[in-house]
């Protein structure tokens, strides 16, 4: 039992970054298609389609940080702890990426046809952005009450 808890630990430990990571790479892919479709059926704004596609990369960020920050040895008293806030910080993550890629799809779709309304299309995605942050600043306050021993 005490081994199970110990892997766990170290999935809490990795988890952050990892889920951060999966989001990011299927938020990315969604927008990413999105704009690819936009330069196909515009003449000019190619370069902001391709940079909102790259939005929901920030997850990854906030990932790394958070595993960085949960770095303390894995043991039975800490493995509880890293377990918990490291893969609710990672699902937290996984699913902003994930949804903010919708959001970032549907600012390309809108926008392609109508490129005045570009700024306001893209505050769905901002809102989603500010859930993700939650979760990592969260994570960082509640990750160091976690005992170092």
Known sequence: MEQLIIAMGWAGLYGPMAL???GSIIGCAIAGQAAI????ETESGHGRFIGLSAMPSSQSIYG???MF???????????????SV????GVALLLSAVYQG????SAINSSKSKPE????????AAIVEGFG???????????GNIPVQ
């Open 117 to 124: 309304i570009f700024g306001l299309s893209i505050a769905p």
């Open 69 to 83: 920050t949960l770095q303390r040895p894995v043991t039975v008293a800490t493995s509880p702890g890293l377990f």
């Open 20 to 22: 951060g990571a999966i």
């Open 102 to 105: 919708s959001c970032c799809a």
């Open 86 to 89: 490291g893969i609710l910080a």
């Open 133 to 143: 942050v939650f979760a990592f600043i969260f994570a960082l306050v509640i990750g």
């Open 64 to 66: 790394i940080v958070v």
């Open 37 to 40: 479709g936009a330069l196909l």
